[in-house]
């Protein structure tokens, strides 16, 4: 194929693809490798990207849950990853005292707040019968976890303020600990052993599924009155869900919080506050840190792939040079300048990494399609992911192709026709 200088610039892209189609065909091999490295590197930021997006959308799913102005406070958080080897030092929530029921309580009555949830949680043997699991995740919560944690009582009920005052051994299940447990049976009014000790299931749970909701695993909630008496748990780390009420904003209920816990505790002016208050914002500033470590890694690797891309594109553009030197001679005789010389071959070129990139963006998006399907990350591929594999692969192909193009560009038209 040629191109006349009459051509418009689409006309001669469409040719230079054409070609690199054409090259791909008949040199398979050569055209493979190129083709795989931008291919992996593509696959690589596609397929992160979308487990990502879906980890950051699933985190946006629990808090939403919770609702838009609940706050959490807790003995330590850190707001990222900890490193600790043991010592006081590299422990700073050793410093940091426990979170009491009657703190939780001293927060229920301020007037810019609606509810409290408490909550403690460990994993133990529950059974029934002949049914024993050895680790089931169990959770000691107030009456009112249901409105933090999401979901819907599929049967039964929750259990009551009552039975929470009274500490009653009553539980709610899951779904997922129903089938276990009570395969094709109600499991309301059943009687199961947890820690051995004998509670009636009083409702069944069915949680939203999310990254961190464990929805897919057996578990319980039961009154954290009871659960302090029977559980075999890792003591002071209660966490407080605090739900400002209607009238109150985010900011006016944690500022009351904050000078309820600091009277309570003593704390004079200028000493810093020895727990955390979390804002929703402030958790999903934590994630958007840890994730964006991950990106960073995402784009090494693949740079990786598109540096061993682009390195297959100067050989196999090196040798598409030497097989057409007469063409290009008898192009240049016809009047070809050394500009859609290059030209042509930078498409080529660009067009061989392009190749690379659709199937990397098939791949990651069928390994995005698997994690959606087969774990509680809803993976999605983002658009603005694409389009940067897209316009990464394109400068690939014409940077690694520039070496190729100049050289057939700068060609001596009477050396080329003379090529044997």
């Not at 892209?13 to 590197?41: P, Q, Y």
């Not at 707040?113 to 408490?118: H, L």
């Not at 976890?145 to 005052?165: C, H, K, S």
């Not at 820690?195 to 599924?209: L, N, R, T, Y």
């Amino acid at each position: 194929m040629m191109a006349h200088r009459g051509g418009s610039a689409v006309t001669r892209m469409l040719e230079g693809a054409a070609i690199a189609i054409d090259s791909i065909r008949s040199n398979k091999v050569r055209a493979a490798l190129t083709i795989l490295g931008v291919a992996i590197g593509v696959t690589v930021v596609i397929a992160m990207a979308s487990a990502i997006t879906g980890i950051n959308q699933s985190i946006t799913n629990i808090l939403e849950a919770a609702g838009p102005k609940t706050f959490f406070v807790y003995r330590y958080f850190s707001g990222g990853l900890d490193v600790s080897d043991g010592s006081d030092e590299m422990s700073p929530w050793r410093r940091m005292p426990w979170l009491t029921m009657e703190e939780a309580e001293l927060i229920r009555g301020l007037p810019a707040v609606r509810d409290v949830n408490v909550g403690e949680y460990t994993s133990g043997p529950v059974s029934f019968e002949a049914v024993n699991l050895k680790s089931v995740d169990i959770a000691g919560m107030s009456p009112s976890w249901n409105q933090v944690n999401g979901g819907d009582i599929l049967a039964g009920r929750n259990f009551t303020p009552m039975e929470y005052a009274g500490g009653a051994r009553v539980a709610v299940i899951n779904d997922k600990l129903a089938e276990s447990l009570f395969p094709g049976r109600n499991p309301v009014g059943r009687r199961i052993k947890i820690f051995s000790q004998p509670f009636d299931v009083v409702g069944m749970h069915a949680e939203a599924a999310s990254l961190f909701s464990n929805a897919d695993q057996p578990r319980l909630a039961i009154p954290h009155t009871t659960f302090t008496k029977v559980a075999e748990y890792w003591k002071g780390w209660m966490e407080i869900a605090v739900l400002p009420t209607e009238a109150a904003t985010v900011q006016d209920a944690q500022d009351e919080v904050t000078t309820a816990l600091r009277t309570s505790r003593g704390l004079r002016p200028g000493q810093p506050d020895n727990f955390a208050i979390v804002s929703q914002d402030r958790i999903l500033d934590t994630f958007n840190k840890i994730t964006a470590a991950f990106f960073v890694v995402m784009i090494a690797l693949s740079s990786v792939g598109l540096m061993v891309g682009g390195v297959g594109v100067v050989a196999i553009m090196m040798i598409s040079v030497t097989e057409r030197t007469r063409e290009i001679g008898v192009r240049k005789a016809l009047g070809a300048t050394r500009r859609e010389i290059m030209f042509q071959f930078l498409v080529e070129a660009a067009t061989l990494t392009l190749v690379g990139c659709l199937v990397g963006i098939a791949a990651g998006a069928s390994i995005a399609f698997g994690i959606r399907s087969f774990s509680p990350i809803p993976a999605t591929v983002p658009l603005l992911s694409v389009v940067a594999a897209v316009v990464a692969s394109i400068l690939t192909g014409v940077l690694f192709g520039i070496y190729p193009a100049s050289k057939a560009s700068r060609l001596d038209p009477v050396e080329a026709l003379r090529y044997e």
